[in-house]
């Protein structure tokens, strides 16, 4: 298999959140390249710098469940929700469901329950209001080059999911917080409200090769196509995918 220009290249909307070209070679890693059994024409310069990256001692962070991988260049998602998307009881049910779980199965259904409870739009859903969705948009573009190179993001009514490689070194952690601290404060002050507007606690995982990252882009693009709130990727004014359907004059 080899990726067309479409499949690593994809053009900033105007007047919204863009997508930057893929850095493959430095986000993933040569290594990761080839067990994906994917064939990429990297340049010299690229190939370089993706042997480089080859030979980072790759530090590992333990947050509450599993520990996580975060060596401020590979891609990895992240996702972070409004503070009252997933009330207490569900959380203490789930946790009491997965107590008797391996770990490592207990985290994967973790996170898919998680997901399909916030894909019902629980909560006070803030974010589906289109000014303060277009807030955390202008937030995300705001960041892109600055702290990563962006590949794929959505704002849900509860909860946003990007695909990133972290630039400058800049961790999960700090990306986190650049976009909730101003975000919240400014959401507050449009909504009239006080409070809590962001969920501490987020959910990030490393990308691990290829196909991993394809399939994690396709998931956050077609996150409002699963939520039911339209028919096609593209027709959800708040992410990635809508870029397609205009460069496509869809």
Sequence with gaps: MVLSQHDVDRKHAPGSAGVSPVPLGHA???SALDSAGVSLALSPSERS????SSTIVRPWRSRRYLPHFDDGASAQSLTFRLADSLP??????LER???AMPSTQSAHVR???????????AGSAWLADPQIADLVAGAIAYLEGRKYDLHAWVVMPNHVHLLVSP?????IASIAHALKSFTAKEANRRLARTGPFWQ??????????????LAERLYIEA???KASLCQRNEDWPFGSARTLGESAGG
């Design 223 to 225: 996150n409002p196509v």
């Design 200 to 213: 501490r606690e987020y959910f990030d995982r490393a990308i691990r090769n290829l196909d991993h990252f």
């Design 28 to 30: 993933l890693g040569p």
């Design 88 to 93: 207490g009881r569900v959380l203490a049910r």
């Design 167 to 171: 630039l400058n070194n800049a961790s």
């Design 111 to 121: 996170r898919k329950r998680l997901e399909a409870w916030l894909d019902r739009g």
């Design 49 to 52: 710098q993706a042997d480089r």
């Design 97 to 99: 469901e997965l107590a």
